[in-house]
């Protein structure tokens, strides 16, 4: 009955700055909508929604996976100081698989791109968390 991931939808107040950290974690943009109207206020329960959605897909990874970045122009939303702490209820992080951990930090410290923790061999894994835009939390794993 249930496949596979499709998609995660993220929402942000800085669209640009999420698109360039996404696309250093290997994901392109494919698709730029805007959505507005009754339909799309009805579906994603928010009145009077306008909002920019970009559809970003991972290269390379099968099946296709997706994130989407949900900008709302209105109503206005604030970054929520509390993503910082992983010891809350609800979304943690997204993690995605390396071929080598220490290639793959190394790359994005030189793009500016922090981790949140050093690197834990956890499970016969090497896994480690980034610190992305509005203190969205991605883990990486070897």
């Keep these: 009955m249930f496949k596979h991931p ?20 290997g ?3 494919l698709l730029k909508n805007f959505l507005t109207g009754e339909k799309a206020s009805r579906y994603l329960q928010v009145d ?13 990874s099968s099946p296709k996976f997706e994130i989407q970045l ?6 206005a939303v604030k970054t929520n100081p509390s993503l910082i ?3 809350r209820p609800g979304y943690n992080h997204l993690c995605l698989k390396v071929d080598n951990l220490n290639e793959a930090l190394e ?3 030189k793009q500016g791109i922090s981790t949140r ?13 980034l610190l992305g835009p509005e203190n969205i939390t991605v883990e990486l794993a070897e």
């Design 70 to 75: 949900l900008h709302y122009r209105y109503p």
């Design 6 to 25: 499709d998609h995660v939808t993220v929402v942000v107040t800085k669209l640009e700055e999420s698109v360039s950290f996404f696309e250093l974690l």
């Design 48 to 60: 009077n929604v306008e909002a920019d959605h970009f559809t970003m897909v991972l290269k390379q």
């Design 107 to 109: 790359y994005l410290s």
């Design 27 to 29: 994901f392109e943009l």
């Design 117 to 129: 923790s050093g690197i834990l061999e956890y499970q016969n894994k090497k896994l480690a968390f």
């Design 85 to 87: 702490d992983l010891a």
